[in-house]
């Protein structure tokens, strides 16, 4: 049993003296281990960071077998980012959501391309919205998607400005005056298809949203929640006085 792939690192944990096994989300196997012999010497540490993109030969006895691969790097994207703290946090935090999350094996080829187009764009102007907008997809593809578009109590499409915990539906200004302490907040960028200022207030209250559902719906079977990698991110973001 062997095949050849495009894979982004999601992880490398060491495993005996040397080697690492390794989980990749590839284009056409979705998210699949395998051990790599040699991975933790020096000359091969840098290549299994999170994020980075490889050609990756895998092979084993049985299908469902570890297996182990041979890996050839193609673009380091962890090394894009060493001197921009936040988006190296992102992407640190993306690549932990997808190792928890994805079942294993099971393909993705929609999550792969739009996690490559994430990584690519980060510390663009603008990448902490597009950040935002990766998770709601994820929860999407996962079969967890918001519905945004419409009141969830009146079916108005104006003044949107809550999410149901319960439902995922928007609410109404009006709908939700009343409960609007049990409310999440439904930031102006995910509802409006034009630019605005963008905010710390924003992105946090965008960030509150996709990862209340992110624990509730994918995570929450796992012992720990949500990776501390995202939480390191969303905690870094809210003392950044740049923004």
């Known amino acids: 049993m062997d095949w050849t792939d495009e894979g982004l690192v999601l992880s490398a944990r060491r495993h005996g003296e040397n080697s690492l096994i390794v989980n990749l989300l590839t284009r056409e196997q979705g998210r699949h281990a395998g051990l790599v012999r040699g991975g933790s010497s020096t000359r091969s540490r840098g290549i299994y960071q999170p994020g980075n993109l490889l050609r990756a030969h895998w092979r084993g006895r049985l299908a469902e077998h570890l297996g182990a691969y041979t890996c050839e790097l193609l673009h380091s994207h962890a090394a894009d980012y060493l001197h921009e703290p936040l988006p190296l946090m992102a992407l640190s935090a993306s690549t932990a959501i997808l190792d928890?999350?994805?079942?294993?094996?099971?393909?993705?080829?929609?999550?792969?391309?739009?996690?490559?187009?994430?990584?690519?764009?980060?510390?663009?102007?603008?990448?902490?919205?597009?950040?935002?907008?990766?998770?709601?997809d994820l929860l999407s593809e996962l079969g967890f998607g918001?519905?945004?578009?419409?009141?969830?109590?009146?079916?108005?499409?104006e003044n949107?400005?809550?999410?149901?915990?319960?439902?995922?539906r928007a609410v109404s200004a009006e709908a939700g005056k009343d409960y609007h302490d049990r409310l999440l907040a439904l930031p102006e960028f995910l509802r409006e298809d034009r630019a605005i200022d963008i905010s710390r207030t924003v992105i946090c209250d965008g960030l509150a949203l996709t990862g209340y559902f992110l624990g509730r719906h994918v995570m929450g079977d796992t012992r720990h929640g949500l990776p501390a990698a995202r939480e390191r991110l969303v905690e870094s973001i809210r003392g950044d006085r740049s923004l």
């Not at 918001?146 to 499409?157: F, I, M, N, R, Y």
């Not at 809550?162 to 995922?168: A, D, K, L, Q």
């Open 100 to 136: 928890t999350a994805l079942p294993e094996r099971a393909p993705f080829p929609g999550l792969f391309e739009k996690l490559e187009t994430l990584i690519g764009g980060l510390g663009q102007p603008g990448w902490e919205l597009q950040y935002i907008r990766w998770e709601l």
């Open 146 to 157: 918001l519905d945004l578009t419409e009141c969830a109590a009146t079916g108005s499409q």
């Open 160 to 168: 949107l400005v809550y999410v149901s915990p319960r439902t995922g």
